[in-house]
């Protein structure tokens, strides 16, 4: 199954193995690869498994039409699938997909969930050890989920107290905030990471995955402290693409489960995400009064315009509108605000 295990052979017959390997020495993540597999599948069933060759620029657009109009897709998910189609055309079978005509998605971009101060301590108090500090930094450092996960030793840097985030959304690299509050924790788990990788060299493994061939440039660097990952498996596994077994990092559900425990525990009634505390990031930051721009080069963002929806639910407080509800009673022990004010962009 696709996503449990799937090697390619080195000289692969069927048209999806051929793809696959395309994919992977073109340096995509596994992540990537996994989806854009699927929705080509998908695209190939849906045109009765003709074969991909035989088709074209009005199969993929009736397909992408399909997806908004009796789908009723999003419009993040209808990308994704053009990006797929695409990268199957131009990319792989070298037939560019030159003026696409189709039926955008329309589906309205929902407010992002957002925990408020007070929520995200209740979370933190159902929380402990490297639990407790895998959502702290969710929330402290702005990171997404695969972001956390896939931090290294080396990516802390404690002299600049910087985050180095590699290979974020879109393959790009960038530096968040590394709280302060969290040095000794994490220095903790550090420690806990060197004892668990010392004994599996003394078991014979002890090599980690590395990215973009440098496992050939520098043989010696999988069995290095400085790349194994902050938070680890609990247990060694094969890799999905190769078949060999090592350590990897602890498995996104591990993560996913943690929170939703978490947040039923502390009584809240808000979705259960970990994208959740990225939101609350940005959002906190803005209602302290930091600039759009730096909290878009914090979180990666590679147009302002998706930062901006962070404006649409920061708490007003005494720095927004005053509702008219709120001045009814003169009793009522509410300051007046102060004028709407411009966050620079």
Known sequence: MDNIRQRVPARPVRFLDALRLHMRNQGLAYTTERTYIQWIKRFIVFHKKRHPDEMGVPEVEH?????????????????IVLNALVYLYSRFLDKPLEGLSFSQAKRPRRLPVVYSR??????????????????????????????????????????????????????????????????????????????????DIVDGMGEVFLPDALARKYPNAAKELGWQYIFPASRVGPCPRTGVVRRHHLHPTA???????????????????????????????????????????????????????????????????????????????????????????
């Open 118 to 199: 007070a929520e995200i301590g209740a979370i933190l108090s159902h929380l402990s050890g490297p639990s407790r500090l895998r959502v702290e930094l969710l929330y402290g450092a702005g990171l997404r989920s695969a972001e956390l996960l896939s931090l290294r030793v080396k990516d802390i840097d404690f002299g600049s107290n910087n985050i180095y985030v590699r290979s974020g959304k879109g393959n790009k690299d960038r530096t968040t905030i590394l709280p302060q509050g969290l040095i000794p924790d994490l220095r903790r788990q550090i420690e806990r990471v060197r004892i668990l990788h010392e004994q």
């Open 255 to 345: 993560l996913t489960k943690q929170i939703r425990q978490a947040v039923k525990a502390a009584g809240i009634h808000k979705p259960a995400r970990a994208h959740a505390f990225r939101h609350s990031f940005a959002t906190h930051l803005l209602e302290s009064g930091y600039d759009l721009r730096t909290i878009q080069e914090l979180l990666g963002h590679s147009d302002i315009s998706i930062t901006e929806i962070y404006t649409h639910v920061v708490n007003r407080g005494s720095k927004g509108v005053l509702s008219p509800m709120d001045s009814l009673n003169p009793g009522n022990d509410v300051r007046e605000p102060s004028p709407l004010y411009l966050i620079a962009s």
């Open 63 to 79: 397909y992408l039409t399909h997806l908004s109009e009796e789908r009723d897709c999003s419009v993040g998910t209808q990308r």
